[in-house]
T-cell receptor
Framework: GENVEQHPSTLSVQEGDSAVIKCTYSDSASNYFPWYKQELGKRPQLIIDIRSNVGEKKDQRIAVTLNKTAKHFSLHITETQPEDSAVYFC???????????FGAGTRLFVKA | DTEVTQTPKHLVMGMTNKKSLKCEQHMGHRAMYWYKQKAKKPPELMFVYSYEKLSINESVPSRFSPECPNSSLLNLHLHALQPEDSALYLCASSQGLDITDTQYFGPGTRLTVL
């Protein structure tokens, strides 16, 4: 069945460093890839998304890259800050599909 | 209004109780979703309503009963729940044209079943 693998499960970085989270999807028809940030006790919030017609998208300190051939996409956070500490979920879906497939999540700790 | 709201924020219920969770959005979205999220896990899809009709039921036990009274409201009726049903219940909405529309989540209801 459709699957999204996410790595690492936990990531600890020093404030100011960069953080990279990687996801691999199984369904080559997938064409929409959102990233959600979920702070403890809060809702998942969309932080960035990318569609399969582009290879990279950037929003201030956050960027996402997509490699359709390899079926993987990555989240890059630069100049990390303590408030970036949260669980990050990648996800994938496809036009005409019936549900969004989530990765297992990455717990990011940014140490001050 | 660009938010999805949910009530109540917290709910504690016994296994014989009947309760309801409510979700509301005023973004004109035509698809609404119920997800269940256990600690340290991703959201798990339960139901999808598209244009006020139930389009997906992910084999959810009948003790969970969804209802969509109109395009802005989504309810989840709970009856005879089990302790393992304790979780964060998230509502989400999207434009409704396709599953690849961006989904926006509500703050969730934290449910504890005693």
């Amino acid at each position: 069945g459709e699957n999204v693998e996410q790595h690492p499960s936990t990531l600890s970085v020093q404030e100011g460093d960069s953080a990279v989270i990687k996801c691999t999807y199984s369904d080559s028809a997938s064409n929409y890839f959102p990233w959600y940030k979920q702070e403890l006790g809060k809702r998942p919030q969309l932080i960035i998304d990318i569609r399969s017609n582009v290879g990279e998208k950037k929003d201030q300190r956050i960027a996402v890259t997509l490699n359709k051939t390899a079926k993987h996409f990555s989240l890059h956070i630069t100049e990390t800050q303590p408030e970036d500490s949260a669980v990050y979920f990648c996800a994938a879906s496809k036009t005409g599909g019936f549900k969004t497939i989530f990765g297992a999540g990455t717990r990011l700790f940014v140490k001050a | 209004d660009t938010e999805v709201t949910q009530t109540p924020k917290h709910l504690v219920m016994g296994m014989t109780n009947k309760k309801s969770l409510k979700c509301e959005q005023h973004m004109g979205h035509r698809a609404m979703y119920w997800y269940k999220q256990k600690a340290k896990k991703p959201p798990e899809l339960m139901f999808v309503y598209s244009y006020e009709k139930l389009s997906i039921n992910e084999s959810v036990p009948s003790r969970f009963s969804p209802e969509c009274p109109n395009s802005s409201l989504l309810n989840l009726h709970l009856h005879a729940l089990q302790p393992e049903d304790s979780a964060l219940y998230l509502c989400a909405s999207s434009q409704g044209l396709d599953i690849t529309d961006t989904q926006y989540f509500g703050p969730g209801t934290r449910l504890t079943v005693l």
